[in-house]
């Protein structure tokens, strides 16, 4: 290692902590880090003012660990490791009250009155420990109590004993983080809110405490889980090491990949035996594909930061149209329950969704007006009446805000359905090779790859 290079370790929950707060535009907040565990920590509450942090309350993973519980007891339904807690929130609205909440209850003590907002117990005592393994095991151990052997496929139909599990995990998280948001505004006195953590990921959660209208403003970091770790450590070290100051202004957009220039996209386009049209900056001809019912992948300027497609890796397609729900999701590879997200005009959203927020990283849900706006984009509505919307403006991104305004005109509603650019089991795509070679393998119509229409025939 060269000798010029210094090393300063910043801790797990305050890197989570300084990356929502440094990037959410508040002078001062509670700040909420909820994840698995970090270090032995799993949940921690934080009061920040002008940079300066100070722990409210820690509670280790031993006996606080929402992410590890959700993670075991997703496992005993079928997922596999780190998978299943995205998967099971959107399995969850298919269940229902069911002996499978009241025994979880008997695990998760949620006391937001209390010295802290919840207890995870094992045989009604807390459970303290500083081994790893021994807590892998407990959450293991509480998973199999409560969950027992459940034998689903999930890619098939629906399993009532899976989906009524779901439904307890996600209502019981959603107690808990909902409890921990009114524990620390009750400690801190702070009318804003900023959350991170791998759990902070959890978008139903996160609406829970939205529409609880404790807090006057709330932020998520749009990376919130461990990727988004290195840039809070970089935060933190540039102002409180460095001597730097971070300009602490509200993130808006996280186009932050690689660029590929004009000449290296035509280059590529021109090996390929597709047929192309250049059309630049004009998506009328997108819009009308969108429009007529094809299912068109999306490709422009730098990839998103974060695990959500915001508009440069993007599947979209007609949410008009039912049975595109089964269609997209087939296509993709994916379980065909599993609910697809809305991008939409920010001057729309009042139309859709109640009491709605400029929201543009799709890691908060929002509640439909009503059925019937519902029918009208089925394709984007889960069975709960909800979405994971991306509000979308000129000003951040300009191409993509145009595809909707263009299609809003065509169809009348100014809101496309928008998933991620790839198939199952593999990342968003990011070179233009990528997207190419995923085209031609899914089964899509066109894609439009800064500037160049692509078609099959």
């Not at 031993?62 to 995205?86: Q, T, V």
């Not at 599993?338 to 929002?366: C, G, Q, V």
Request: glycine share 8%.
């Amino acid at each position: 290692m060269p000798n010029d290079i210094k090393l300063y370790p910043v801790r797990h929950h305050l890197a989570h902590a300084a990356s929502a707060y440094y990037f959410s535009g508040f002078a001062s907040a509670t700040i909420l880090t909820i994840d698995g565990i970090g270090e032995w920590e799993s949940t921690v509450i934080w009061k920040v003012r002008d940079g300066n942090f100070e722990e409210v309350l820690s509670m280790p993973a031993s006996h606080g660990s929402l992410g590890e519980l959700y993670e075991y007891i997703s496992r005993k339904i079928g997922f596999g490791i780190l998978e299943g807690p995205g998967k099971v929130m959107g399995l969850a609205p298919y269940g229902e009250k069911s002996p499978y909440y009241d025994k979880l209850k008997e695990f998760v003590k949620i006391t937001p009155e209390g010295d802290k907002p919840y207890t995870i117990l094992l045989n009604g005592k807390e459970i303290k420990s500083k081994s790893y393994n021994k807590i892998y095991s407990i959450f293991d151990k509480i998973a199999e109590r409560v969950v027992g052997s459940i034998n689903w496929n999930p890619g098939g139909e629906l399993n009532k004993d899976a989906v009524n599990v779901a439904w307890a995990i996600q209502k019981v998280t959603e107690e808990a983080v909902l409890a921990t948001a009114k524990w620390a505004k009750d400690h801190t006195g702070e009318d804003k809110v900023a959350l991170a953590g791998g759990v902070a990921l959890n978008a139903k959660a996160n609406m829970e405490v939205y529409y609880s209208k404790l807090y006057n403003d709330l932020f998520i970091f749009p990376a919130a889980n461990d990727t988004g770790t290195t840039i809070g450590a970089a935060a933190y070290v540039y102002e409180h090491v460095l001597g730097g100051k971070m300009k602490n202004e509200r993130l808006t957009n996280v186009y932050l990949g690689p660029e590929y220039s004009e000449e290296e996209i035509k280059k590529i386009v021109e090996k390929t035996k597709f047929k192309a049209q250049y059309v630049g900056d004009d998506v009328n001809a997108v819009a009308d594909l969108v429009a007529k019912g094809q299912i068109v992948t999306w490709y422009q300027g730098r990839a998103e930061l974060g695990p959500r497609a915001l508009g440069n890796r993007s599947i979209i397609a007609d949410p008009t149209k039912k049975e595109y729900w089964r269609l997209v999701n087939d296509i993709k590879g994916r379980e065909w329950w599993r609910p697809l997200a809305p991008s939409l005009l920010l001057e729309d959203a009042d139309k859709y969704f109640e009491n709605p927020t400029k929201h543009e990283f799709m890691i908060l849900m929002m509640r439909y007006k009503d059925e019937e706006v519902c029918k009208r984009v089925p394709v984007t509505c889960h069975v709960d009446l909800t979405a994971r919307p991306q509000t979308v403006t000129k000003e951040e991104n300009k191409n993509w805000y145009n595809l909707i305004k263009t299609f809003k005109d065509l169809k009348g509603e100014g809101l496309v359905m928008n998933t991620s650019f790839n198939l199952a089991g593999e990342p968003l795509v990011e070179t233009p090779q990528d997207a190419i070679k995923s085209f031609a393998l899914g089964g899509f119509d066109a894609l439009y790859l800064q500037g160049y229409l692509i078609t099959k025939r």
